[in-house]
């Protein structure tokens, strides 16, 4: 099934000059690396934030190949401020405020100033059943030295509080789910944690929570641990469609897997959509998006770890969008020709995997505007510069060295934007991170009335490392930290 | 600036999927004087000369050669190497050109003789095949297709040993990837018929490349019925002859491409067999697990005119 040559009617296609930057900078706090949630609540857009995460990731434990870190590093990473934020935008006034700060509390390492939070991953406008009206819920992340993870409520967008925790296990480290279904609330953790390492991607459970009323902890699980497959290692991603929720997976060993359930009483009734990474394996390991968009279900698929799974050596690959349609079937709209259990699948948009770019690591999020669908997605490019590339393939090496590094990195590095209206051709807004190669990722798009907001991860902060008469050097970065951008078609000229 | 396109033809896209024989049938169409016939000019790569050309630098391929060889033979009426070298510095100083004032450029300097352009790339990208409705709208197209079993058998043959294999000629559910030619035929086949669906049908038409060897006569009276041509010219003129098409042989070192490389697959080609032979049900050879068609691939040829076999 596909939709080339059918007419829909579809509003203005943003383009990247129609985008103004609403804040850059991080908020003027380079710390604050990812717009990691976002969501439109009461007339403002609010943005929480993710704080140090390349640097988080440099003193979890070593990583090779990389030399020298991108960002410069404390010895020790709880001398960071790194209490996550919240944000919030009036577009009235063109003029952000902070509007939440975590709190610290005593942590199992003896230091008094631990952050409760320093990621808010995921947020949502839910109306639960104690809820006079909807509320904004935001999932937070925290470090292993404080307590679980909590989810936060806000009734005004002002005072954000605590709600009675899932029974997560002692791992659980951060959730980027969260989502309205069937009168229920639900969450999936995504990211486990303890002293001997932590992984953001990866859950010590993979289940779905579920909670009709979020001022009690009636939390139940929902599906069965993976699906009932214990190579599902973590629930990534969560979606409504067709009257179902959908669940997809990360699957080191096979690749993803996408489920779906018509909900019900707990735990659900789940029946598997796909498999085996839709029949790339491995290189479609994850689910990392999902959005509805004219009768299909969009799924951008990839590999974790932006495009490199280092520690289970899988990629780097590029990553694929697939779309599904009710009756399961499905079709390859951007990714690599193969003969699957379904047939023979070509990519309909006739792009390859990544847009044609080799340095996709993933499509981090989808959203619908004005009858336009929108892909943003996550670009590594930028990390080239200090990526040891000696054990590349030589094609790869070859090419990288023909167009240049400086040139690759300073033309085309950051993260992307696409854009369609039939599902099927689809057209660049911006590819190179708005003209800033340190966005490295369409965290967020949220669709508002004031336009399409788009908010980056940006983890080239405060401090990044440059290149000076042969000798690296870390110098204040100015366009490091997570920037918000906001797309609208220029308002018609007066009559 | 290019001289003006008011007065030149529409030209004529010769659209296929790879190892289709889009080379045979536009060396046939080279014997027509009202038509001059190019090389794989690769223009609907990109809508501004200067990425074009960065794309032909970057090329691991081919890329190019066509569209190097043709400016050179309209400009200074021959492709050797201090003309490819001219054509070259020509383009670079239009970079600042959108390929579609490139493209009419070509069609001016080839009038009144109407341009006849093979694609085989283009018909994998339907963004590509986008600008042919944007840069042409009043082209006629012409669907090449041949059977995907010789189809396979040839660009399998091609690929054998092949450092270099385009990504989109392979299938990615085996590790590593193998080159599976029915996926880049499939691919190419329903892209060119979304694109005919679309395009005005007085103007396309679908022609079986397999023909050209054993029925070459109606295969000729199908085309020029098509494309409004003239009785095949008594052969005046060497480059009238199918056989001395220069854009259909190797080039100077410098461009030596710019058309598809069938014609160097001799062995291959003799051991092709004959329309009979040819069947959808039957095991591929280039798989190794022998498996045979996917239905799609076995539904788009019927759509297109084959049997089952």
Redesign the interface.
């Known amino acids: 099934m596909d939709s ?2 059918r007419a829909h009617a579809a509003g203005v296609g943003l383009t990247e000059s129609d985008f103004r930057l609403t804040c850059l900078n991080g908020f003027g706090d380079g710390l604050n690396h990812y717009a990691h949630s976002a969501a439109w609540f009461q007339g403002r857009l609010y943005v929480g934030t993710s704080r140090g995460n390349l640097i988080g990731l440099r003193l979890a434990g070593p990583r090779k190949g990389i030399r020298p870190w991108p960002v410069e590093c404390p010895s020790d990473l709880y001398d960071l401020d790194r209490r996550a934020q919240i944000w919030a935008y009036t577009p009235e006034t063109d003029q952000w405020a902070l509007v939440y700060r975590s709190p610290t509390v005593h942590g199992t390492n003896g230091r008094d100033d631990v952050p409760s939070y320093i990621g808010l991953r995921g947020m949502a406008v839910i109306q639960s059943a104690s809820d006079p009206h909807p509320c904004l819920y935001v999932s937070a992340w925290s470090p292993h030295t404080a307590h679980s993870p909590d989810v936060l409520r806000s009734a005004d967008g002002e005072n954000f509080a605590p709600i009675p925790r899932p029974p997560f296990g002692p791992a659980v480290r951060t959730c980027r789910t969260l989502l309205d279904f069937d009168g229920r609330a639900h969450l999936s953790p995504t990211g486990s944690g303890t002293k001997k390492g932590f992984t953001q991607d990866l859950s010590s459970e993979a289940v779905i929570y579920a909670n009709a009323d979020l001022a009690t902890a009636d939390w139940v699980p929902v599906s069965a641990e993976g699906f009932g497959n214990p190579a599902n290692a973590t629930v990534f991603e969560v979606a409504t469609f067709d009257g179902h929720m959908y669940g997809g997976t990360v699957n080191p060993l096979t690749g993803g897997e996408l489920w779906k359930s018509r909900g019900g009483d707990a735990p659900y009734q789940w029946t598997r959509v796909f498999d085996q990474g839709a ?3 491995q ?1 479609n390991e994850v689910i990392s998006a999902l959005c509805e968009f004219r009768g299909a279900l969009y799924v951008g698929c990839g590999i974790i770890n932006g495009g490199y799974h280092h520690a289970a050596g899988i990629g780097p690959a590029a990553a694929e969008i697939i779309r599904v349609w009710p009756d399961d079937s499905w079709d390859l709209v951007v990714g ?5 259990a379904q ?2 699948k ?7 995997a990544g847009f044609d770019n080799l340095f996709c690591g993933y499509v981090w999020r989808f959203s619908v505007h004005d009858g336009w669908l929108y892909a943003g997605t996550m670009s590594w490019l930028n990390m080239l510069p200090y990526i040891q590339v000696n054990a590349w393939p030589p ?1 790869v090496r070859a ?1 990288v060295d ?2 240049g590094e400086d040139a690759l990195v300073q033309g085309q590095g950051g993260a992307e934007i696409w854009r369609t209206a039939d599902g ?4 660049p807004v911006t590819r190179n991170g708005f003209g800033n190669h340190y966005n490295w990722g369409m965290r967020n798009l949220v669709s508002t009335p004031y336009g399409l907001f788009a908010a980056t991860a940006n983890p080239f902060g405060p401090k990044v490392a440059v290149k000076r008469a042969g000798q690296w050097e870390y110098t204040p970065n100015p366009r490091g930290g997570c920037e918000v951008w906001l797309g609208a078609p220029p308002a018609a000229p007066a009559p | 600036m290019s001289p003006p396109v008011r007065n030149a033809p529409a030209p004529v896209w010769l659209l296929a999927a790879p190892f289709s024989g889009v080379t045979s049938v536009a060396a046939m169409l080279n014997r027509y004087p009202e038509l001059w016939v190019t090389g794989e000019l690769d223009l609907l790569l990109a809508d501004r000369v200067s990425d074009l050309l960065a794309i032909f630098s970057l090329s691991q391929g081919t890329q190019g050669h066509g569209l190097l060889r043709t400016l050179a033979r309209l400009q200074w009426e021959r492709d050797d190497s201090p003309a490819i070298r001219a054509a070259q510095q020509w383009l670079e100083e239009r970079q600042d050109w959108p390929c579609s004032e490139l493209l009419n450029f070509l069609r001016a300097a080839a009038a009144p003789r109407r341009l006849v352009i093979p694609e085989r790339d283009a018909p994998l990208r339907p963004h590509a095949l986008r600008r042919i409705t944007a840069w042409t709208p009043d082209a006629d197209l012409v669907h090449v297709v041949r059977h995907p079993l010789p189809q396979g058998k040839l660009l399998a043959a091609w690929a054998h040993e092949r450092l270099y294999v385009p990504v989109d000629f392979k299938d990615f559910s085996q590790q590593p990837p193998q080159v599976d030619p029915q996926l880049p035929w499939l691919r190419a086949n329903e892209n060119i018929e979304r694109l005919r669906r679309d395009w005005s049908p007085g103007h396309t038409c679908l022609v079986h490349a397999d023909t050209t060897s054993n029925s070459r006569g109606a295969f000729r009276a199908e085309l020029e019925q098509a494309l409004g041509l003239s009785d095949v010219p008594a052969l005046a003129r060497p480059e009238q002859d199918a056989s001395a098409w220069r854009l259909g042989r190797q080039g100077p070192d410098l461009a030596p491409g710019g058309y598809e490389p069938e014609a160097d697959l001799t062995s291959a080609i003799t051991a092709l067999g004959n329309v009979q032979e040819w069947s959808l049900t039957m095991s591929l050879p280039w798989r190794r697990d022998r498996a045979g068609f996917t239905p799609e691939v076995r539904a788009c040829a019927r759509r297109l005119g084959y049997d089952e076999g």
Request: no cysteine.
């Open positions: 080339v040559g029949g790339r394996g290189h690599e020709s193969r003969v699957t047939g023979a070509y990519p309909l948009s006739g792009y390859g094609d090419l023909a167009w099927v051709n689809w057209e």
